[in-house]
């Protein structure tokens, strides 16, 4: 294979930018102002203070916001929310064995129920941007790719 770029894979890359415009472009909105009129399957960009902090992407956009911010929402359905009371309870480190710091301990705690519930009120408040992208492989894209241009710092695409 040579060096360049390969052709099928340009028609997915061509339009990233363009969509980092319209997504940039866009009027903020809150979770709870969301238009009734608003696409079903894109990228979302949550804001607070005009500091972008974190790029999602769903095939119901609004649905997924709600999962991220509603106050029932359980810490299976707001990562966003889950992450950010680790960072306000200092559990920075994730782990996937049963015990301490695991998610389900972690929820046995007051202080972290506690930031787990601010976490969520916390996205209630902050900006949404979004744009439409139906197709799954330019979604992944435009996500990885707004996140990097924007250096959101709470998306690490780390594996687990």
């Known amino acids: 294979m040579d060096k360049r770029m390969n052709d099928r894979?340009?028609?997915?890359?061509?339009?990233?930018?363009?969509?980092?415009?319209?997504?940039?472009?866009?009027?903020?909105?809150?979770?709870a102002t969301l238009s009734s009129s608003m696409p079903e399957r894109g990228v979302?960009?949550?804001?607070?203070?005009?500091?972008?902090?974190?790029?999602?992407?769903?095939?119901s956009i609004r649905a997924?916001?709600?999962?991220?911010?509603?106050?029932?929402?359980?810490?299976?359905?707001?990562?966003?929310?889950?992450?950010?009371?680790?960072?306000a309870t200092g559990f920075l480190k994730p782990t996937y064995r049963k015990g301490d710091g695991s998610r389900n301990h972690l929820m046995t705690q007051s202080h972290f129920v506690e930031a787990f519930t601010s976490g969520k009120a916390r996205i209630r408040a902050m900006h949404v941007r979004f744009v439409e992208e139906a197709d799954p492989i330019k979604q992944m894209l435009l996500e990885v790719y707004v996140a990097v241009v924007l250096q959101t710092p709470y998306n690490d695409f780390d594996n687990h």
């Open 64 to 87: 997924r916001l709600g999962r991220h911010s509603l106050p029932g929402a359980s810490h299976r359905m707001a990562a966003f929310a889950f992450r950010l009371a680790r960072e």
């Open 9 to 31: 894979f340009l028609p997915y890359i061509n339009e990233l930018d363009v969509s980092l415009n319209t997504l940039l472009a866009m009027t903020p909105l809150t979770p």
């Open 44 to 59: 979302y960009l949550l804001s607070e203070g005009g500091r972008h902090l974190y790029v999602g992407r769903s095939n």
